[in-house]
């Protein structure tokens, strides 16, 4: 990633982060037995997935908030990725076609249950995503690169404050790919069925 005005970054990550919005209020209008299902086994199904991402937003944001509420350093005019950060981020993000190219497999700290309710669930991930975008409002008063977060695996290693907010959104993007094919794939199980049975 080249560098960028830090203003311009946060203004770009709230936008995704306002996309993210408004497609989870989307998924309020589905039925819930689609959210629930799972589109073949082993598969996670849409409430999975978003459950999935409530537990990084579980363990990110109270850091971030503790890292924008007492900030050490003045902010940057411009932003530099750390290199691990721009990879970690750059392996997160769906592509340009919006496709997603390599699989990952999830930390177990981070599988989700398939006992889930649809309306907590949804509803604690909005809440989630409403944070983060005041948390990127905060952001403009702190440095985005001598701010560190650790990351979720490993304490141990710590990603810019930025970088962080870049990963956290870029894993919110690769798993709405993620969200909106699995609503395809039940939509045309539930709409088989149907066929099937001559409904």
């Known amino acids: 990633m080249k560098k960028i005005k830090t203003t ?3 203004e770009t990550l709230k936008a995704d982060s306002r996309q993210i919005i408004l497609q989870t209020n989307y998924l309020f209008r589905e039925d819930p037995e689609t959210l629930q299902k799972q589109p073949e086994e082993g598969k996670w199904s849409v409430a ?3 459950e999935h991402l409530n537990s990084y937003g579980r363990y990110y944001l109270p850091l971030i908030e503790v890292s924008v509420s007492a900030p050490k350093f003045p ?3 411009f932003y530099k990725a ?3 950060g721009d990879y970690f981020t750059n392996t997160m993000k769906p592509k340009n076609n919006g496709q997603i190219t390599n699989k990952m497999q999830a930390p177990k700290n981070h599988r989700p249950s398939r006992d889930l309710n649809n309306d907590v669930v949804l509803k604690e991930f909005l809440r989630q995503e409403h944070l983060l ?3 990127l409002d905060r952001a403009e ?3 985005l690169e001598k701010n560190r977060i650790p990351i979720s695996i490993s304490r141990f290693i710590k990603l810019q404050l930025g970088d962080t907010f ?3 959104i870029a894993h919110h993007q690769r ?6 094919n699995t609503l395809k794939g039940v939509k045309q199980i539930q709409s088989d069925a149907l066929r099937l049975h001559g409904v």
């Open 175 to 180: 798993h709405f790919v993620q969200v909106n």
């Open 141 to 143: 008063k702190v440095n």
């Open 166 to 168: 870049r990963f956290l």
């Open 48 to 50: 999975q997935v978003i």
């Open 75 to 77: 902010p940057n005019e």
């Open 8 to 10: 311009d970054l946060l």
């Open 82 to 84: 750390g290199w691990l």
């Open 133 to 135: 975008l005041d948390l």
